[in-house]
C-alpha cells in the first residue's frame, strides 16, 4: 500500500510538472503568435502606405501638363545688296542671339495680311526661290525685271542664315494702299569668304491690294546698318 501511494504521489507530481510545462508551452506560443500578428499588421500598414503614395505620385504624373510657348518666327520684306557697307565677321565669332520681332502700332484691319506677305518674302530669301518671291511684288514695282536680277545676284555671293523682321506704324492711305515702315534684320555668310554680316536695314514700303491680295508695290530704303 505504501509503495503504491507513492507511486501514485510520483506520478500526480510527475503530471503536475508535465501539465505546468504544456502550460508555459501554451504562454510562449501565444506570445509568440501575438508578437507575429503585431509584426504583420506593422508590415501591412506600411505596404498600404507605401501604396498610398504611389498611387498619389502617379494620379499626380497623369494630371501634369506641362507648360510650352508658341514662338512664330517672322520674316523680312526685300533686301537690297549685302556687300555694300558691310562689316566683315568671322564665322569662329559666337552667333549673336535670335532676333525678336515686334511688331507694333496695329492701326489697319489688313496687318496681319501684310505680315504674310513679309514672311512669304522671308521664306523666299531663306530658300532662294525666286518664284516664291517675286510674286510678292506688284507687277507695277519699278523696274521689277531690275529688282529680279539684282536679287539672284546678291543670292549668288550671299547665303541668308537668318532675318527676322518688324513692320511699325502701318498708315491707311486708300482703300487699296497702305503705307508702312518695315525693318529688319539680316544674318548673311558670304558663299566665297565664309564671313558672316549682321545687317539692319528699315524701309518705308508702299502695299497695294490687287485681285484681293496685298503686294509690294513700292519702297524707299530709310537707311541701313551691319555689324
Do not use: C
Not at 498610398?52 to 523680312?76: C, E, G, K, M
Not at 521689277?144 to 549668288?156: A, S, Y
Amino acid at each position: 500500500m505504501v509503495q503504491t501511494k507513492d507511486s501514485a504521489k510520483i506520478a500526480r507530481a510527475a503530471l503536475e510538472a508535465e501539465t505546468h510545462e504544456v502550460v508555459q508551452a501554451s504562454n510562449r506560443l501565444n506570445d509568440n503568435l501575438t508578437k507575429a500578428g503585431k509584426k504583420i499588421w506593422r508590415q501591412a500598414l506600411v505596404i498600404w502606405a507605401v501604396g498610398i503614395v504611389l498611387a498619389i505620385s502617379y494620379f499626380l504624373v497623369l494630371n501634369h501638363t506641362p507648360v510650352t510657348t508658341d514662338q512664330t518666327t517672322p520674316r523680312p520684306v526685300d533686301q537690297q545688296d549685302t556687300g555694300a557697307n558691310s562689316a566683315t565677321a568671322k564665322p569662329s565669332e559666337p552667333a549673336p542671339p535670335s532676333l525678336k520681332v515686334i511688331h507694333v502700332s496695329p492701326g489697319v484691319p489688313a496687318q496681319e495680311d501684310l505680315i504674310t506677305l513679309l514672311n512669304q518674302i522671308r521664306e523666299a530669301q531663306l530658300k532662294k526661290n525666286i518664284h516664291l518671291f517675286m510674286e510678292a511684288y506688284s507687277q507695277d514695282f519699278p523696274d521689277l525685271g531690275q529688282k529680279r536680277e539684282k536679287t539672284l545676284t546678291i543670292w549668288k555671293r550671299n547665303t541668308y542664315l537668318d532675318s527676322q523682321f518688324k513692320l511699325t506704324d502701318p498708315q491707311q492711305e486708300t482703300g487699296s494702299t497702305i503705307l508702312a515702315k518695315v525693318t529688319w534684320d539680316i544674318k548673311a555668310q558670304d558663299q566665297k569668304t565664309g564671313t558672316i554680316r549682321i545687317i539692319t536695314k528699315s524701309y518705308y514700303v508702299t502695299f497695294s491690294k490687287q485681285s484681293g491680295k496685298w503686294l509690294v508695290q513700292n519702297l524707299k530704303e530709310i537707311d541701313s546698318k551691319s555689324d
